[in-house]
C-alpha cells in the first residue's frame, strides 16, 4: 500500500454521495482555498467521538472556500451499519455540511493508502498534501483539545503559511477491508 | 476481591488508556490495581470464544460493565464504544462505570 506523503499531489476520484451527486475530487479542487479528504465511516466509535467536530470544521471554513469531502471505504458485507443506506442515514440525521461518498471498491482508500476512520488529508489550493493525519488530539474530550491540528493546517493554507504539524498518527478504528480472494 | 478481565483488540487505540483508568477505579475502590486479567483478542475465532463484542471490554466477575451498544450483534475484531454521562460516546469507557461495576460487585460478596 502506498500511502500518500506530504508534498504528493491529490490523487483524483469520482464517487456517489449520499444527496444522490457524484463528485469528483479534481472539480471539488478547482472550486476550493483548500480540499480536507476524510475517511471516515458510521459504525467506529472514534468517527461518533469526532463527527460533530468534523462536521464543525467544515461549516467552520466554508465561507473561505474551503471544502470538505469524507470517504465510507468499509466493507459493508461484515459491517451492515456502514451500508449506504444506512450512510443516508447518518448524513441525514447529523446534518452533514459536506458530501459523504461511498468508496465501495475501495479503491480510492487504496489509492490514499488510507488506514484508519477518521483520517484526514488536506490539500492546499494547487492540490499539494499538506497535512495528513487525526482531527485533533483528544477524541475523548473536545475541552481537552491542545491542538486542533486540522483546524491549524487550514490556518496555514488559508494564510500561505508552513503548517507546523503537517503530519500525525491517525487514531481510530482500521478501515474494513473486503476479503482477498 | 472480585475477578476483573480486561479484553482488548490492539488495533483500537484506547486500550492503553483504559487499562490506566481502570487501575485507577480499582486503586480508588481500595483493590489491588494489579490484579487485572488482561486478554489480547487477536482473531475473530478469539473473539468468537470469549464472546468479545469491541475492545475494549471490561468484566467484573463475568459481567460486562456496560451494555453492549445496539449497533453490534455479534463478536468480532471491532473498537467498541461507551456513552458518557452527558450522552455523548466515547471509545473510553467512563470511569463512573467502572467503578460502579467495582461497587456493585463487593456489594454482593
Known amino acids: 500500500m502506498a500511502k500518500l506523503k506530504i508534498g504528493d499531489n491529490l490523487p483524483n476520484f469520482t464517487l456517489p454521495a449520499t444527496d444522490g451527486n457524484s463528485y469528483e475530487a479534481q472539480t471539488l479542487l478547482d472550486q476550493s482555498a483548500a480540499l480536507i479528504v476524510v475517511f471516515t465511516c458510521n459504525h467506529c466509535p472514534y468517527v461518533v467521538a469526532w463527527e460533530d467536530r468534523i462536521n464543525h470544521l467544515a461549516r467552520r471554513y466554508a465561507e473561505q472556500g474551503v471544502k470538505l469531502v469524507a470517504i465510507n471505504s468499509n466493507d459493508a458485507v461484515k459491517y451492515p451499519a456502514d451500508s449506504f443506506e444506512k450512510m443516508i442515514l447518518r448524513s441525514q440525521q447529523k446534518e452533514f455540511s459536506f458530501p459523504y461518498l461511498h468508496d465501495a471498491s475501495q479503491h480510492v482508500a487504496h489509492s490514499y493508502g488510507a488506514e484508519r476512520t477518521p483520517e484526514l488529508f488536506i490539500f492546499d489550493r494547487a492540490g499539494t498534501l499538506t497535512y495528513h493525519g487525526a482531527l485533533d488530539d483528544n477524541y475523548d474530550d473536545e475541552k481537552a483539545v491542545k491542538h486542533p491540528y486540522a483546524q491549524q493546517a487550514v490556518e496555514a493554507i488559508l494564510a500561505q503559511h508552513e503548517v507546523v504539524f503537517a503530519e500525525t498518527a491517525p487514531v481510530g478504528c482500521t478501515i474494513k477491508w473486503k476479503p482477498t480472494k | ?109
Open chain 2, 1 to 109: 476481591m472480585p475477578k476483573i478481565e480486561f479484553l482488548y483488540f490492539a488495533d483500537c487505540p484506547s486500550h492503553d488508556r483504559a487499562l490506566a483508568l481502570l487501575r485507577q477505579a480499582l486503586t480508588e475502590e481500595g483493590l489491588n490495581p494489579a490484579a487485572v486479567t488482561i486478554i489480547e483478542i487477536k482473531t475473530e475465532a478469539e473473539a468468537e470464544e470469549y464472546q468479545f463484542y469491541g475492545s475494549p471490554t471490561i468484566r467484573v466477575n463475568g459481567l460486562d460493565i456496560a451494555p453492549l451498544p445496539p449497533d453490534i450483534s455479534e463478536p468480532g475484531l471491532s473498537c467498541r464504544g461507551y456513552q458518557k454521562a452527558d450522552g455523548r460516546i466515547s471509545p473510553l469507557p467512563p470511569l463512573e462505570l467502572m467503578v460502579q461495576a467495582l461497587r456493585k460487585a463487593n456489594a454482593v460478596q
